[in-house]
């Protein structure tokens, strides 16, 4: 779901979807009609013992759903929001979700959220790959000065995988939504999310 500090932007590149190849992908924005398609990737992602073929499961940590049709029509449709597929072969092996914020000075930020790759083709580099697309894509068309993320704490494994990818942990914390099953049913009580942060700001040349 959409945090309610989403900038609204009517020139939203939701509205663009030129398809762009890279990595041996083709990435494009979302449509309406991706919904379905959408929700059933990041639901064999993270949830259930399909996921378990790939090592970003959180079926140890959560039951139930991990989104919803409403939740990505919802991002898909929103001004200042995108949902980013990668195609190989004409069919969507990952995503995520983009979204432009305003951080605290100002600055255009963007929050990088609803990563999902194919289980059966995790450890390949292709996650790697979706996210240097997202970069890429919120500092060119947003001036995006930093990607924001939360990560489940508890997540060590995938936390060190975004630090290596340039992400720092920041130490600020916020609580699960216990109670709301629309993002699962927690299979324990201390769950929490960590803001993690990365520059989005070009060297000096």
């Not at 945090?3 to 990595?23: E, I, K, W, Y």
């Not at 991002?75 to 004409?90: F, H, K, T, W, Y």
Request: charged share 25%; glycine share 10%; with cysteine.
């Amino acid at each position: 779901m959409n945090a309610p500090n989403a900038v609204n932007d009517p020139a939203s590149p939701a509205s663009d979807a030129t398809p762009r190849t890279a990595s041996g992908l083709c990435f494009r924005t979302a449509r309406e009609d991706d919904v379905p398609a959408l929700v059933a990737l990041v639901e064999s992602a993270y949830r259930g013992e399909a996921s378990r073929a790939g090592w970003t499961t959180e079926a140890d940590l959560l039951d139930g759903q991990r989104t919803d049709p409403e939740g990505v029509a919802e991002v898909v449709r929103a001004p200042g929001s995108l949902m980013l597929i990668a195609e190989r072969d004409g069919e969507p092996v990952a995503c995520c979700q983009l979204e432009r914020r305003e951080g605290g000075a100002g600055e255009t930020v963007a929050y990088f959220g609803m990563f999902a790759v194919r289980p059966v083709l995790q450890g390949g580099g292709l996650g790697r790959a979706v996210l240097a697309e997202a970069e890429r894509t919120v500092r060119e068309r947003w001036g995006a000065r930093e990607m924001h993320m939360t990560v489940i704490t508890a997540r060590a494994d995938l936390i060190a995988w975004y630090e290596r990818r340039g992400y720092t942990r920041t130490g600020r914390t916020s609580p699960f939504p216990y109670g709301d099953e629309r993002f699962g049913v927690p299979l324990r009580g201390d769950l929490e999310f960590e803001l993690l942060v990365k520059s989005l700001r070009r060297p000096p040349s």
